[in-house]
């Protein structure tokens, strides 16, 4: 069974330019959620969605922004990016939510140079 | 805003001593509660999680504890290892039918042998 898969691995982006980062979760997956990391503040909820909508949104700008397809894939976009916005982005797949078989990807890592 | 506090940011223990990370979390709605285990550079893996109904559960040498009066829960390692040195996140649900996951700032724990 394919785990989480993110795309792409690694990404460097300069200052001001629009990213996007691509979630296939597990096969019969609904629902995706995005996380950012960082040494300094760990991890942090950026959105949930579930058969396409999103149910949840976390305490980020607007500049931060996802979709989720009826195949349930998801992708998650920034804008405008800021040298705050390196990080590790996580997505994690359950079958209904966080409470039941949550799994993470390994991960985007964007460098904003 | 809903918060998670996690102790000790860094734990040393020697191989066979137990470990003990301990979490307290603030909305009381909260009804699951996992915890995550990240080597360095791999994805956060779910160890074990425990639920708000559920007053202790325990998987090998792994136990977690719940108090929900008091809003608190615990990871317990027992008989270390050194392959259990890595950073161990706790985490507890919250938003819109637990959709989210809010975490704690990581424990890093290292086990020397």
């Given at each position: 069974k394919a785990g989480v898969t993110q795309t792409p691995r690694y990404l460097i982006k300069t200052r001001g330019q629009q990213v996007t980062l691509s979630c296939s979760p597990i096969s019969g997956h609904r629902s995706v959620s995005w996380y950012q990391q960082t040494p300094g503040q760990g991890l942090q909820f950026l959105f949930e969605y579930f058969s396409e909508t999103q149910r949840n949104k976390g305490n980020?700008?607007?500049?931060?922004?996802?979709?989720?397809?009826?195949?349930?894939?998801?992708?998650?976009?920034?804008?405008?990016?800021?040298?705050?916005?390196?990080?590790?982005?996580?997505?994690?797949?359950?079958?209904?939510?966080?409470?039941?078989?949550?799994?993470?990807?390994?991960?985007?890592?964007?460098?904003?140079? | 805003g809903e918060n998670v506090e996690q102790h000790p940011s860094t734990l040393s223990v020697q191989e066979g001593d137990s470990a003990v990370i301990k979490c307290t979390y603030s909305d009381s709605a909260s009804n699951y509660f996992p915890w995550y285990k990240q080597e360095l550079g791999k994805r956060p893996q779910l160890i074990i999680d425990?639920?708000?109904?559920?007053?202790?559960?325990?998987?090998?040498?792994i136990a977690v504890t719940l108090n929900k009066t008091a809003k608190h829960f615990s990871l317990h390692i027992t008989e270390t290892q050194p392959e259990d040195s890595a950073v161990y996140f706790c985490a507890a649900s919250i938003g819109q039918a637990g959709t989210a996951l809010i975490f704690g700032k990581g424990t890093t724990l290292s086990v020397s042998s």
């Open positions: 980020f700008p607007g500049r931060f922004s996802g979709r989720q397809f009826s195949n349930s894939r998801s992708e998650m976009n920034v804008s405008t990016l800021e040298l705050g916005d390196s990080a590790l982005y996580l997505c994690a797949s359950s079958l209904s939510g966080p409470g039941v078989g949550y799994t993470f990807g390994s991960g985007t890592r964007l460098t904003v140079v | 425990i639920r708000s109904n559920v007053g202790e559960k325990k998987d090998q040498r």
